[in-house]
């Protein structure tokens, strides 16, 4: 789950945030594989089977630790033919080119680029059917790459998964940072795009949050931009026509339909809870502190440039009386 290039989260937030989530097999896993145990990781991926949301969601943070490149390097070493050693290779290198040293535009920076894509491309020759390591490459284009590139990256996830979740939250934040041209349609196209993606998804996909999470990207850029205040409580953004549109068939979806078993139901939660807070709706958002519970994200807590750990913290409060 990288974070966009505007706005990104605070440094000392981090502490505060596994991207984990709620699971609990996978934050297991991830400790094994710190201290080399790779055979952990093929077990629970076998167990994952073809759950592409859930695979990608595990494959992700399992490649975050500085570690993982060089444990998932080994596995390679020991079963050249396994996918899922490809996947999770794949996934710790776009993870390491994305972190302090991914924005270089020196030689060695270009070369950290290359091989990652190198990387997912082996990946994904190993598994055609797997959409994780196009996810990665969605990833890696999203911050570095051209907007065709992404763009095809992104038809490559969905021919696979149609409701990649994770996907379409990458893509709504690069299409929510392009400005519209001259004479454009007033509504930014990263609206039509969440718009579109609802319309093609079943009743009870989490993708019907997607409007609502375009609204939030689309605040992170303005108010970046100076063209919205850096505090959303005190953001029109937040109150208009289009925003009690989106928060109220969001708030809707949510109460018919929760998916408590979807992996990256945390981030909905999180997405939903701040645009209640900031729409001014604190016994609605409380419902879901509730559920959010230890497991904020930096995202939308830290738009545009805010400590999203404190921001998360004095939400939450407000929502449910504490002090």
């Avoid at 984990?20 to 952990?40: F, I, K, M, Y």
């Avoid at 939903?272 to 509730?290: Q, S, T, Y």
Wanted: overall charge neutral.
């Amino acid at each position: 789950m990288p974070p966009p290039p505007l706005g990104r989260p605070r440094r000392r937030a981090g502490r505060a945030f596994d991207p984990a989530l709620d699971d609990a097999e996978l934050v297991a896993v991830r400790a094994q594989l710190a201290q080399g145990r790779w055979t952990r990781v093929r077990s629970l991926l076998v167990a994952t089977g073809d759950d592409w949301d859930r695979r990608g969601h595990r494959l992700t943070v399992l490649g975050e630790p500085a570690t993982s490149a060089a444990w998932a390097r080994e596995w390679l070493l020991a079963e050249p033919d396994s996918a899922d050693a490809a996947a999770l290779y794949a996934c710790a290198l776009v993870s390491r080119c994305l972190g302090d040293k991914g924005d270089r535009g020196d030689r060695r920076g270009q070369a950290d680029k290359d091989r990652a894509r190198d990387a997912c491309l082996e990946a994904a020759r190993l598994a055609p059917a797997d959409p994780t390591p196009w996810l990665a490459l969605l990833a890696l284009s999203r911050r570095l790459g051209s907007d065709n590139e992404t763009e095809q990256i992104f038809a490559e996830v969905c021919s696979r998964h149609p409701e990649h979740h994770h996907a379409h939250h990458l893509m709504a934040a690069r299409l929510a940072e392009r400005r519209p041209g001259d004479g454009a349609d007033p509504m930014h196209e990263v609206y039509a795009f969440a718009a579109a993606s609802v319309a093609r998804a079943p009743a009870d996909s989490p993708l019907a949050l997607l409007p609502l999470v375009a609204h939030a990207e689309r605040y992170r850029v303005l108010a970046a931009q100076g063209a919205a205040p850096r505090d959303p409580v005190d953001s029109e953004h937040w109150t208009g026509r289009r925003a009690r549109q989106v928060i109220k068939s969001a708030f809707d979806w949510w109460l018919e339909w929760e998916r408590e078993d979807h992996p990256r139901a945390g981030v909905d939660l999180n997405f939903l809870a701040h645009a209640k807070h900031c729409e001014g709706r604190p016994a609605e958002a409380a419902a879901l502190f509730h559920r959010i519970g230890r497991h904020f994200t930096p995202a939308p807590w830290s738009y545009p440039d805010r400590d999203p750990y404190r921001a998360f913290q004095a939400a939450r409060s407000a929502a449910l009386g504490t002090a």
